[in-house]
């Protein structure tokens, strides 16, 4: 819809304009500013209203009707897509069954400090210790 009345608005616009700047004025000539009582009564007395006087009021009144029209158009509030996805349900896809854990996983505690554990390895796997790994662990160095 305001693909068509806006092509129709610009073309009242310039039909108005155009009709207006070919009226003559009224008592604005320049006989008028030099002192002479009526430059119109050389040429006869002037009618009530012209056509083109009519023209121009018509014109008007669809330049107005127009604007008002256009405006009512945009300011009503358009759809979006979001309000629309909005009302449909949700649909979302199974959760998939977590896997199960290992028969042979040691559950690992948290450590203290905020430290991330580390899980044990498997006892095959560790390597025999030397002796020294038995003492507490040193301080770290100082700057």
């Known amino acids: 819809m305001i693909y068509v009345l806006v092509p129709i608005y610009v073309i009242v616009c310039v039909f108005l ?3 207006v700047l070919l009226q ?5 000539d320049v006989a008028s500013a030099l002192g002479a009582s009526s430059s119109q009564t050389t040429f006869g007395a002037r009618g009530a209203t012209t056509v083109l006087e009519k023209v121009t009021t018509w014109s008007f009144v669809a330049f107005s009707v127009l604007a008002v029209t256009i405006s009512l158009i945009q300011a009503r509030p358009k759809s979006s897509v979001i309000k629309q ?12 069954p ?11 505690a948290p450590a203290p400090g905020g430290a991330v554990p580390v899980a044990p390895a498997p006892a095959s796997a560790v ?3 030397p002796a020294a790994a038995d003492a507490a662990p040193a301080a770290p160095a100082q700057k």
């Open 85 to 96: 996805l909005g009302s449909q349900p949700v649909k979302s896809a199974p959760a998939a």
């Open 24 to 28: 003559q004025g009224k008592g604005a």
């Open 98 to 108: 977590a896997a199960p854990a290992p028969a042979n996983a040691v559950p690992v």
């Open 17 to 19: 304009i155009l009709v």
């Open 127 to 129: 390597p025999a210790a």
